[in-house]
């Protein structure tokens, strides 16, 4: 079997390129390791840049996501007793974020990729990538072949792909924080009309949501935490201690739908190339979901290397191919050093000391009373320009 590019994982990233690469008439094979309804199911991201929005509609996937994403003009941090409105509509005007699940998403791509007769293979649980320094890399699964010009790997940070470069290419960076999100969908009306950022002395919590019947909320537990300690009854308990601290709020209960734990890590490996194996999205790098950057950066990636991709299949020139690691990194480290500052503003450390509380409380107080503070927040959260091009 023979196809232009063989893309692993079919997560936001790779259906996405793939999606994107039809669109430039380039032909691809997407293998996903899981099934359709295990990755249509997968409860993760919900917070859309503009420009991610963009993307989506232009591509012609985005009628869902206008129908029934939520656009937001701020958001709110809540820290000593008091909520804080951090104002897009005044600090970086023009700019929205849309809440709307990472799994709508996905399964908008797939119906899309379907209804085009595009090529994506589920429950695949063996592939293999061969040759990939030379002009004829391969992927094999399932006792299948499949002859690509290009190989992209879009399967997330534990995938097969990134660990297939030998060692010595790659150079990583890495960051591991000392606590992991708990994080709980709920059947139940959200209590607010916006996404909440809450700094207590017990850890951070955010209450953000899906629909106007769906909320969704995350917790600062530690890193090795058994969800069985969490029935749910201890998670509202904590959710209403953390979120219940400004007068008037009062946190709705109900249904809990799902609740996992995703560790917080910061990670980047350089480049996100190596022959003709493209790395993109989670797959080469991975932020703390505070800043709520990973699946923007997935789409962001892939934008790049579609442009990459045409412009090689186009004039045979693979100038931007080159360049496509060097276009992406730069942006790839803006949200590396975004998500890493909002975790430190937002989270409770155990080593910190109370000279480190208070610094943080200052910290918190410039970004809620100068303007020129808090817009450094809005513009990198509702998502910085794409570089000319992208
Ligand atoms: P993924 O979505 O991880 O997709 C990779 C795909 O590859 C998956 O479908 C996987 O099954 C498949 N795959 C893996 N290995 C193989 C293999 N060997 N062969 C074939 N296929 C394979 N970001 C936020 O902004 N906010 C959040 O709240 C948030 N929560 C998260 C919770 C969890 C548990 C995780 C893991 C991530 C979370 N993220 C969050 C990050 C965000 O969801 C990711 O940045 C985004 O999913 C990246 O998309 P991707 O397509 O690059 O990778
Ligand atoms: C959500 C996730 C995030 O990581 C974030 O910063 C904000 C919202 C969410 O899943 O809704």
């Known amino acids: 079997m023979r196809t232009q590019v063989g893309i692993v994982g079919a997560g936001p990233a790779g259906l996405l390129l793939s999606h994107l690469l039809h669109l430039q008439g380039i032909e691809s094979v997407v293998l996903e390791l899981r099934s359709r309804d295990y990755a249509e199911k997968r409860v993760r991201a919900g917070v859309l840049e503009q420009g991610t929005t963009d993307t989506l509609v232009e591509a012609g996937v985005g009628e869902r996501l206008l129908r029934e994403g939520l656009p937001h003009e701020g958001i709110e941090l809540r820290f000593g007793g008091a909520g804080h409105r951090i104002a897009f509509e005044k600090l970086v005007p023009g700019h929205v974020i849309t809440v709307y699940g990472q799994q709508e998403i996905v399964k908008d791509l797939i119906a899309a990729r379907l209804a085009a007769g595009g090529d994506v293979r589920f429950e695949v649980d063996d592939v293999a990538l061969h040759d990939i320094d030379s002009d004829r890399p391969y992927l094999t699964f399932g006792g299948e ?198 975790t430190t503003l937002l989270h409770t450390f155990d080593t910190d000391d109370s000279y480190a509380r208070r610094l943080q409380t200052s910290h918190l107080e410039y970004v809620t009373s100068s303007d020129a503070a808090a817009r450094t927040l809005a513009e990198n959260y509702v998502g910085l320009p794409y570089e000319p091009g992208d």
Request: glycine letters at 8%.
């Open 145 to 342: 072949r499949l002859d690509c010009d290009f190989i992209v790997g879009c399967d997330g940070f534990h995938g097969v792909s990134r660990p297939s470069i030998p060692p010595g290419v790659l150079t990583t960076y890495e960051r591991e924080y000392p606590f992991a999100w708990l994080g709980v969908l709920a059947k139940v009306r959200p209590s607010a009309d916006e996404l909440i950022y809450a700094r207590t002395e017990r850890g951070f919590a955010l209450h953000s949501m899906r629909s106007p019947e769906i909320s969704r909320f995350y917790l600062q537990v530690s890193p090795d935490e058994d969800l069985a300690a969490w029935p749910d009854d201890r998670v509202w308990d904590e959710l209403r201690t953390r979120l219940e601290t400004v007068p008037g709020f009062t946190l709705t209960t109900g249904e809990i739908l799902d609740k996992g734990v995703t560790p917080m890590r910061g990670f980047v490996a350089e480049p996100m190339q190596y022959g003709r194996l493209f790395l993109a999205g989670d797959a080469a790098h991975i932020v703390p979901p505070t800043g709520a950057k990973g699946l923007n950066l997935a789409v962001a990636d892939v934008r790049v290397l579609t442009r990459a991709l045409a412009h090689w299949y186009g004039t045979g020139s693979a100038d931007l191919l080159d360049g496509y690691s060097r276009a992406c990194l730069r942006r790839v480290w803006r949200a590396q050093h975004f998500s890493w500052w909002m």
